[in-house]
Nanobody, 123 residues
């Protein structure tokens, strides 16, 4: 089992940058593929980015390609989401998630979830 805790959310102006972190506990963190998802009120939880267990492969939703970057530091047991050129439509609660094996772009594939961190982008 792995436990996840997101941090780094807050209020940021459109066009600005924000860096989210997901700290993990557990000895087998490096065995998990990781993903970032987000959910706005009244909307479905959507895939944002995914990264393989070793960090060698990544995937992004079309809406964030070129603006967001997912990375991980397995020694520090941490996954990051660098958010650049943020837009008001990026406003949501952001969650990190973990699964054994390959990363996936849908929420039901992930077994473990953090509590989420709120990101609000102002105009």
């Amino acid at each position: 089992q792995v436990q996840l805790a997101e941090s780094g959310g807050g209020l940021v102006q459109a066009g600005g940058s924000l860096r989210l972190s997901c700290a993990a506990s557990g000895r087998t963190f490096s065995s998990y593929a990781m993903g970032w998802f987000r959910q706005a009120p009244g909307k479905e939880r959507e895939f944002v980015a995914g990264i393989s267990s070793g960090g060698g492969r990544t995937s992004y939703a079309d809406s964030v390609k070129g603006r967001f970057t997912i990375s991980r530091d397995n020694a520090a047991k941490t996954v990051f989401l660098q958010m650049n050129s943020v837009k008001p439509e990026d406003t949501a609660t952001y969650y990190c998630a973990a699964r054994v094996g390959y990363y996936a772009d849908y929420a039901s594939a992930y077994n473990y979830w953090g509590q989420g961190t709120q990101v609000t982008v102002s105009s």
